[in-house]
């Protein structure tokens, strides 16, 4: 009889050995593929904020570089008037990249990593440039998307966004009323 109960004790714990792995492995599978998978609702809530106005075109000076936290991004104003909207994660690891003033660069803190004005890669190991964000300038008044990342493997100057120059033309004379 004291053999029976061995048995039934031993089977028990075997079942529950085998039921614990079970476990185990299924809580692992599950945090492995919440790793790889991507993250749709930041995606998704990165689509909701949208459009974010930045202010008037003069409100920025030339050679600035504004910090938008709301839309996690930078709005650089280059020397030639026009505008670029840079995402704050560094392209290496996605570490978030603040601007240097004093050394005029985005210096990443994770790895050393260095970008110019333009987002441009100045020192490694980023091998691409700050991705954009699409910069509108409607009636005078810069805004940004801030829901959509572009993802850029270089600098082109198509990349800048500039303020339209509208050509202020005098109204025509009234028509002449001889009579």
């Given at each position: 009889m004291a053999e029976d109960a061995q048995r039934k004790r031993?089977?028990?714990?075997?079942?529950?050995?085998?039921?614990?792995?079970?476990v185990a492995t299924g809580e692992l599978f599950w945090v492995a593929s919440a790793f790889i998978r991507p993250r749709k609702r930041r995606d998704m809530r990165d689509r909701r904020e949208g459009l974010i106005v930045a202010g008037p075109v003069e409100t920025f000076a030339r050679d600035s570089v504004t910090a938008f936290p709301e839309g996690k991004f930078y709005l650089v104003r280059l020397s030639d008037g026009g505008f670029l909207a840079l995402h704050r994660r560094c392209t290496h690891l996605g570490c978030t990249v603040p601007w240097d003033e004093e050394a005029a660069r985005f210096i990443c803190p994770c790895h050393a990593s260095s970008?110019?004005?333009?987002?441009?890669?100045?020192?490694?190991?980023?091998?691409?440039p700050l991705d954009?964000?699409?910069?509108?300038?409607?009636?005078?008044?810069?805004?940004?998307?801030?829901?959509?990342?572009?993802?850029?493997?270089t600098?082109?100057?198509?990349?800048?966004?500039?303020?339209?120059?509208?050509?202020?033309?005098?109204?025509?004379?009234?028509?002449?009323?001889?009579?």
């Amino acid at each position: 009889m004291a053999e029976d109960a061995q048995r039934k004790r031993r089977s028990f714990l075997a079942a529950l050995a085998t039921g614990l792995a079970l476990v185990a492995t299924g809580e692992l599978f599950w945090v492995a593929s919440a790793f790889i998978r991507p993250r749709k609702r930041r995606d998704m809530r990165d689509r909701r904020e949208g459009l974010i106005v930045a202010g008037p075109v003069e409100t920025f000076a030339r050679d600035s570089v504004t910090a938008f936290p709301e839309g996690k991004f930078y709005l650089v104003r280059l020397s030639d008037g026009g505008f670029l909207a840079l995402h704050r994660r560094c392209t290496h690891l996605g570490c978030t990249v603040p601007w240097d003033e004093e050394a005029a660069r985005f210096i990443c803190p994770c790895h050393a990593s260095s970008f110019d004005m333009r987002g441009a890669v100045l020192g490694p190991p980023a091998a691409r440039p700050l991705d954009l964000f699409t910069v509108r300038i409607e009636n005078g008044i810069v805004k940004v998307d801030a829901g959509q990342v572009i993802e850029r493997q270089t600098f082109v100057p198509e990349q800048v966004t500039h303020p339209s120059a509208r050509r202020r033309t005098a109204a025509p004379p009234p028509p002449r009323r001889d009579g």
